[in-house]
């Protein structure tokens, strides 16, 4: 069964320090890979996806996320976090072609030190 | 993409009531969905919304429980019926602007809590 898995269910870095979460996916066929940031009381803003090409994607707020094949993974980044960045993330992916079930993975939420 | 707005932004609902919750959008889209998340858990597609015909049920999730609508290209409403306290969640629609990048975007969501 397709499934997403996001191992860290808290993380806390330091304002200023870099930042990686990290995604693995399970599918037949490379899907549509996407990340997305849920602030308190908040729905739900994409930061950034990958359909092809570039294995490296740019999205908003500095983010950045890698897509390997080999790896099964999509790790977001970003080299240096600010205090508005405390969130939680949410990895998701969509078959190719599908009608669009977004399977997600259950989130990482993210803490801020100054 | 597009702005996404959805009424009521939260409520507070007696056991055994129902709540329809509306999805409105500013453009014309292709696919609607709603998503239901349960407190501190991830989100979990309910179904989607067909324009001019019934919708989309995803395991677990029956019309009689979650009716929806779509009259149109824009909007679409979910109703929790015959509420329970499991019902507590966040409810999300997202809509796809085109195909065939199924990208979604969120409404801001729903967040129904029942007593």
């Known amino acids: 069964a397709q499934s997403v898995t996001q191992p860290d269910i808290h993380i806390t870095v330091s304002e200023g320090a870099s930042l990686e979460l990290r995604c693995n996916y399970s599918y037949g066929a490379t899907p549509y890979l996407f990340w997305y940031v849920q602030s308190p009381g908040q729905g739900l803003q994409l930061l950034l996806k990958y359909f092809s090409g570039d294995t490296l994607v740019q999205g908003i707020k500095g983010f950045e996320a890698e897509f390997k094949r080999s790896q099964s993974s999509f790790n977001l980044r970003k080299p240096s976090v600010h205090w508005s960045d405390a969130a939680e993330y949410f990895c998701?992916?969509?078959?190719?072609?599908?009608?669009?079930?977004?399977?997600f993975g259950k989130g990482t939420k993210l803490s801020v030190k100054p | 993409s597009a702005v996404i707005s959805q009424k009521p932004s939260r409520d507070i609902c007696q056991r055994g009531t129902s709540l329809t919750i509306q999805c409105q959008v500013d453009?014309?889209?292709?696919?609607m969905f709603w998503y239901r998340q349960q407190p501190g858990q991830s989100l979990t597609l309910i179904a989607t919304a067909n324009q001019g015909s019934e919708a989309t049920y995803e395991s677990g999730f029956v019309i009689d429980k979650f009716p929806i609508s779509r009259p149109n290209l824009t909007f679409s409403t979910l109703t929790v019926s015959n509420m329970s306290p499991e019902d507590s969640s966040i409810y999300l629609c997202s809509v796809v602007l085109q195909r065939p990048t199924d990208t979604q975007y969120f409404g801001p969501g729903t967040r129904l809590t029942v007593l």
């Open positions: 453009s014309q889209v292709t696919m």
């Open positions: 998701a992916v969509v078959a190719r072609g599908s009608q669009g079930n977004l399977i």
